[in-house]
């Protein structure tokens, strides 16, 4: 019908009340499942947005910079040039919406609450790797690359690099100054922030970096940045730095000759000199540098378009200091969004070291069982199920029978030190784990074959015992040719290795 500035501020006051009432109405249906949780927040992250564009629009409308808003309400009053009438407004309005009516005889009134219902039964499209497993794990493959191709990595395996990638200050200083650096800090903090958005919608990322940068900020002003500490006045010898060759070592020409022509180039293009010549011109040019500031130079001595800047040097040292503040920045993010993510980053290890021990074959079964798990894991939790004795859940998802956790042995609890002091209810479950990927891990950071010999075996120390005295039996039973070794004498004597040769060294044979 009609749409006025009225009619249009009435109807946004009324979706933004809808929406909060159905944001209510999603936050009372508990999610049975971690992809219902993401899908519930966003839901309710889209409401959110949407009030809050609806929101910003009636406030332009109530700052009238038009006076449209003021004009409509004059009209409705009955104000016009000539004076004031208030019937006429009424009924030239009440012909208007007859008017609608009648080019529109079919128009059916449309149920705002059902089409915002329909909102609540929506499964926002979400995009997440294979890796990521609808954001449980986080997929860093191609950081990791990154990482073991650059200068500041090192080779080290993707599990490794779980545990690496949040702790810059292990980077050596000197290598952080680099555009590499830089870019592989701005890839990977950009790749955290996408997983954020999409694992936590209803956190607001903006409000946490405003409160980190505000803390960052401070700390700077006061050099207490750790591992930035002494930044500015690293920067204040960039200059020097930038040499590349400490003249204090030298003192004439002959020993700078002995540097090599290309050493010599590197260092005078650094300081903005010429760098053609014979080897014996560039050293002589070079030592200047040495008793003479660059201002005071002679011109002649400087390339075209270098001497500016040489005499300019002084900025150079701000703009390094803003590109070492800007990577501090950058690491200050990182480290937030490593303890925000720090459940995931955990899931992760776990997810990597288990694949580590399990075949291809049983890594595609178990995505697939994810899968499928995820989206039948809510069909039967909506009643509620009575388990006073807390019985394991059956096949079904009922409790079993009582009978059949004692047959088991279900209420006996086994810890196995070697798996990090994990529980196993039952014996059944107790002497499987032996086989499995956790026991079979923990054996290999010990060092241990995980042989039958060590079937039982939970403790640490009795681990290592039991190793140690296989190791001396094998020690014990290896063959020794000194004493095993048989040789027989002309006369068909048999000695061992060891007595025949001290018989032959002595004669006797």
């Not at 003021?70 to 030239?92: C, M, P, R, W």
């Not at 949040?166 to 290598?175: A, G, T, V, W």
């Not at 590349?244 to 180039?265: A, C, M, N, Q, R």
Request: proline share 3%.
């Amino acid at each position: 019908m009609s749409s006025t500035l009225l009619e249009v501020t009435r109807g946004a006051h009324e979706e933004v009340e809808r929406l909060e009432r159905l944001i209510v109405k999603d936050f009372q249906n508990e999610p049975t499942s971690s992809k219902e949780r993401l899908a519930q927040s966003h839901r309710v992250r889209h409401m959110i947005d949407t009030i809050s564009s609806t929101a910003q629009r009636l406030i332009e409308i109530y700052e009238d910079n038009d006076n449209a808003r003021k004009d409509e309400i004059a009209a409705l009053g009955g104000q016009t040039a000539t004076g004031t009438n208030v019937f006429s407004a009424f009924y030239d309005r009440l012909k208007e919406i007859r008017e609608y009516h009648r080019r529109h005889p079919a128009a059916l009134v449309v149920d705002a609450n059902e089409e915002h219902e329909a909102l609540l039964k929506e499964e926002p499209q979400v995009e997440f790797s294979g890796e990521e497993a609808y954001g449980r794990y986080l997929d860093l493959h191609e950081l990791y690359n990154q990482y073991i191709n650059s200068k500041f990595g090192e080779p080290i395996e993707y599990s490794a690099y779980l545990d690496v990638f949040s702790q810059p200050h292990k980077i050596p200083r000197k290598l952080k100054s680099t555009r590499q650096y830089r870019e592989y800090v701005e890839n990977l903090v950009q790749y955290l922030v996408y997983f954020f958005h999409r694992t936590e919608p209803l956190q607001d990322l903006d409000r946490i970096f405003a409160k980190v940068e505000a803390e960052f900020e401070e700390q700077w002003a006061d050099g207490k940045v750790q591992e930035w500490e002494t930044a500015i006045l690293d920067s204040e010898h960039v200059q020097d730095q930038q040499t590349l060759i400490d003249l204090d070592y030298f003192s004439t020409v002959e020993e700078l000759v002995e540097l090599g022509p290309e050493k010599l180039k590197e260092a005078l293009a650094s300081m903005g000199l010429k760098v053609g010549g014979t080897i014996q011109q560039r050293a002589e040019r070079l030592l200047l540098t040495k008793d003479t500031p660059l201002e005071k130079l002679d011109k002649k001595h400087f390339a075209k378009g270098s001497r500016g800047s040489a005499q300019n040097g002084a900025a150079v040292a701000p703009q390094q200091v803003g590109m070492l503040k800007e990577i501090a920045f950058l690491e200050a993010k990182l480290k937030k969004l490593s303890d925000l993510l720090s459940e995931a980053i955990e899931r992760t290890k776990d997810n990597i070291v288990k694949k580590q021990a399990l075949t291809y074959e049983e890594i595609a079964a178990e995505r697939e069982d994810e899968e499928t798990q995820a989206d039948t894991e809510s069909d039967d939790d909506e009643q509620q199920i009575y388990n006073p004795l807390k019985l394991p859940m059956g096949w079904d998802g009922k409790p079993i029978p009582y009978w059949l956790y004692k047959l088991h042995g279900l209420g006996q609890e086994f810890k196995c030190e070697i798996c990090g002091n994990q529980s196993y209810w039952g014996r059944r479950a107790f002497e499987r784990h032996f086989k499995e990927w956790r026991h079979q891990h923990g054996m290999r950071c010990l060092g241990i074959p995980n042989t039958k010999n060590f079937n039982e075996i939970t403790s640490i120390e009795e681990a290592q015992e039991l190793w140690k005295r296989i190791q001396a039996r094998q020690g014990v039973n290896k063959w020794r040719p000194d004493l095993e070794e048989e040789y027989e004498d002309r006369e068909g004597n048999i000695y061992n290795k060891k007595t025949y040769t001290d018989l032959q060294r002595q004669g006797l044979i």
